[in-house]
């Protein structure tokens, strides 16, 4: 997606729907979503529209128009507008219209229905506590005498909350009261039966979910042979194969080829999951045959659900991959990894708007996407020989690492710059560690000057995953020495390699460019027996290879922020009011701005970034970083600072001429082994535009915070040394203090972004 893009809000933000939506739905417009990520879940039961959902949307759009409309009349149309715009995937756009119907004087039996959609919305676009609220509010509003079919759907949309929440038991008893109530549309009865059977898999009720599944067959079955039998059909065939009831799925996927009929979506996932299933058997040949008709039909499918360019790319790329799979385990290497390539480049149209809108609440967006390409990373390395085809390999990864971080902050205009570390002439000095992670391995590639290195360690991730958060967790308790074998045996794995290497060309810079739960560590603290790491390398934290510029050579002006008191439930941070005079006594008077306390609040706050370019923002006060961007926050003593609204205030604009040179937030915290957390904080300088940043992994002695960044601050401005550097000679400081020397006081501390 193009800068100019970027610049236009982007009305689509939930292109692809949950499959949690009140109908899907009968549309083939939404196929993918709801078969693919299996909580095939019904809220809404409407007929199959016969014009397309954009003719739909206009057609409604114009009714409402009219002057002559009561109020059921109003809410009726807006109810069905809301329903064709969440078939196109506008879901904000729904909500939006809802919330103006919810203001309407109605009867209850449509408040009730409203608020059922709008609950329905909220899980779709990720927002379970409005969700819930919504749910709550249809309940209590729906009448005594409200018609069965209204009440069956009204309790679905509870029993996917219930299963959003994971109270799989009481979401599989509210899903059978409506199933009782929904006997007059097999259709729904046929997408409930569906809905329990999945809470029954949640709930490691196989059995129970098998007989389940019989029961959706039952209904579909009993429809007349058109799209919904199909689609329906469909979706039992895939939890089917999720659940290994063979039988069923080679019987129900092979009914639905019958009634596709000329719908060549529905043929497309048809065939994709008989070849999946096939797969899963090892019936290798009758596999590639069925996945190669998927993928026929697939691109036969001209309705898009994005745009008409994008084509069926939304299923194309996991027919694309599966093959991909197939010729991998053929061992036909050179054909796997073009078909890789192939899935790939079928995904990128739709990646933005899957990294926006498409949700699951099972699996992240690494568990969920991450394979595509880091199976064709591990393809490309098993034939590498030379440079560029370990250049390839990285290309592969980084494409990843922008989407995941697109993901995280729901925004797919992250700006990357055009250079990276690889495509620079790194000083003579500098090494970049960029570790991948594959399940039987960790292939570490180290950049040194123009050449690239290559070493293959035999731990696989999740061995790696339980050392690196065993080293983690002991790493924070300042009254033990047990992180030190875990530190010891991470230094053997990924320095060791390299040691000889390191020394001969006078290394003193580390770049690492972690992934996944290396993340959640300070690599300062690794250690070779004697020292650790920090003692003979300046360190640097980068999400990807981006660069953002050189060091400014203008005086520094600094934003000086800090929250000493306890307010909002948390506690006090008694030193901050000393870390915030020392360090701003090592700066001229004309060139500080305090902001302590009582002063330190949002409004305070944003006023003064919007009034002065400052080239270093410091925060001292509780943070925290979540795998839930929502949850992403600075307190300030009136309110909380989120990512989006720190982005908003830094980011280069009219008034903003250099991106902001530093950001130091002192005392934020992430979770042990939440690597998504951590892919936060680390890109919490590229989303707001800054150079650099400083910011700790976990929450430290306030006293010793104040020493080191005292330290640092006199290194970097007094000194003049690069960041690294800075950092380097503070963590060293509390190192030689004999109540400080455990790293659990100066580790957490890490330099993201530019080093110098």
């Not at 893009?5 to 739905?25: D, Q, T």
């Not at 919504?134 to 949309?157: E, G, H």
């Not at 739709?350 to 926006?356: K, L, S």
Request: proline share 2%; aromatic share 10%.
């Amino acid at each position: 997606m193009s800068q100019g893009k970027c610049l236009v809000k982007n009305i689509a933000s939930s292109v692809l729907p949950e499959a949690v939506g009140p109908i899907k739905k009968i549309q083939g417009d939404v196929m993918f979503t709801t078969i693919y990520k299996y909580l095939i879940i019904i809220v809404l039961f409407i007929p199959l529209l016969s014009m397309g959902h954009e003719l739909e949307v206009n057609k409604l759009q114009l009714a409402l128009k009219a002057d002559n409309l009561n109020a059921t009349q109003q809410v009726e149309i807006i109810l069905r507008l809301a329903n064709a715009y969440q078939n196109l995937g506008l879901s904000q756009q729904a909500i939006k219209i809802l919330l103006k119907a919810e203001k309407i004087d109605k009867s209850t039996l449509l408040d009730s229905k409203v608020y059922s959609l709008l609950s329905d919305l909220y899980l779709t676009v990720h927002q379970d506590v409005k969700a819930r609220h919504y749910i709550d509010k249809s309940l209590q509003s729906l009448p005594k005498n409200a018609p069965a079919i209204i009440q069956a759907t009204v309790l679905n949309n509870l029993g996917n909350i219930l299963t959003i929440e994971a109270y799989y038991a009481k979401a599989i008893r509210t899903y059978a009261k409506a199933l009782k109530l929904a006997t007059g549309s097999a259709e729904l009865s046929g997408r409930i039966a569906n809905n329990i059977s999945y809470a029954y898999i949640q709930n490691n009720q196989q059995n129970e979910a098998v007989n389940m599944l019989l029961i959706a067959e039952q209904h579909f079955n009993s429809l007349a042979d058109n799209y919904s039998k199909a689609f329906g059909l469909i979706g039992v065939g895939k939890l089917a194969i999720q659940l290994e009831a063979n039988k069923i799925a080679y019987q129900v996927l092979n009914d639905a080829l019958k009634f596709s009929k000329q719908y060549n979506r529905l043929i497309s996932y048809a065939y994709g999951f008989l070849g999946h299933l096939y797969e899963k058997q090892q019936r290798y040949t009758e596999a590639l045959q069925l996945t190669r008709k998927a993928i026929f039909f697939a691109k036969l499918d001209g309705g898009s659900f994005f745009s008409e360019q994008n084509q069926a790319s939304e299923i194309l790329y996991r027919w694309q991959w599966q093959l991909g799979r197939l010729f991998k385990v053929l061992n036909d290497i050179d054909t796997a990894i073009e078909t890789y390539q192939q899935a790939v480049q079928s995904l990128q149209p739709i990646r933005q708007e899957m990294a926006i809108g498409y949700r699951n609440d099972d699996l992240s967006f690494r568990e969920r996407i991450g394979p595509i390409y880091f199976e064709l990373a591990d393809l490309l390395l098993q034939r590498a020989t030379t440079q560029t085809d370990l250049k390839a390999v990285i290309d592969v990864i980084e494409v990843f690492k922008t989407a995941e971080l697109q993901d995280y902050f729901q925004d797919d205009c992250v700006i990357k710059s055009s250079q990276t570390l690889w495509d620079k002439n790194l000083a003579t000095n500098v090494g970049v560690f960029y570790p991948i992670l594959l399940p039987d391995r960790t292939e570490i590639l180290l950049k040194l000057s123009k050449d690239i290195y290559r070493f293959n360690l035999p731990i696989g991730a999740e061995r790696l995953k339980d050392e690196v958060n065993e080293f983690r967790f002991e790493l924070e308790d300042y009254s033990t020495t047990n992180f030190l074998s875990y530190a010891q045996r991470l230094y053997k794995w990924l320095i060791i390699p390299f040691h000889n290497l390191l020394k001969t060309r006078q290394i003193d810079t580390l770049i690492f460019i972690p992934d996944g739960v290396l993340r959640t560590i300070p690599f300062a603290a690794l250690h070779d027996g004697n020292d650790f790491l920090i003692s003979k390398y300046n360190i640097v934290v980068n999400p990807g290879l981006n660069l953002n510029g050189a060091k400014s050579t203008k005086p520094a002006k600094i934003l000086l922020n800090g929250l000493a008191t306890g307010v909002q439930g948390f506690n006090e941070l008694s030193s901050v009011t000393s870390e915030i005079e020392s360090i701003s006594k090592l700066y001229s008077a004309d060139d500080v701005t305090k902001l302590l306390n009582k002063q330190f609040t949002v409004n305070n706050f944003t006023t003064k970034l919007e009034q002065t370019n400052y080239s270093i923002l410091h925060v001292a006060s509780h943070g925290q970083f979540n795998s839930d961007l929502k949850k992403t926050f600075l307190l300030a003593y009136d309110g909380k600072i989120n990512m989006n609204k720190l982005e908003k205030l830094i980011r280069l604009s009219e008034r903003r001429s250099e991106p902001l040179e530093l950001l130091t937030l002192s005392a934020c915290q992430t979770a042990v082994g939440d690597d998504q957390a951590a892919l936060g904080l680390a890109g919490v300088a590229l989303k707001a535009g800054a150079k650099s940043a400083l910011a700790s992994l976990w929450a430290i002695d306030d006293d010793a915070t104040a020493i080191l960044m005292q330290k640092f601050y006199q290194q970097l401005h007094v000194k003049q040394l690069s960041k690294a550097k800075a950092l380097q000679m503070a963590q060293l400081k509390l190192l030689k203090y004999r109540n400080y020397k455990h790293p659990a006081y100066w580790a957490s501390f890490l330099l993201i972004g530019n080093w110098q």
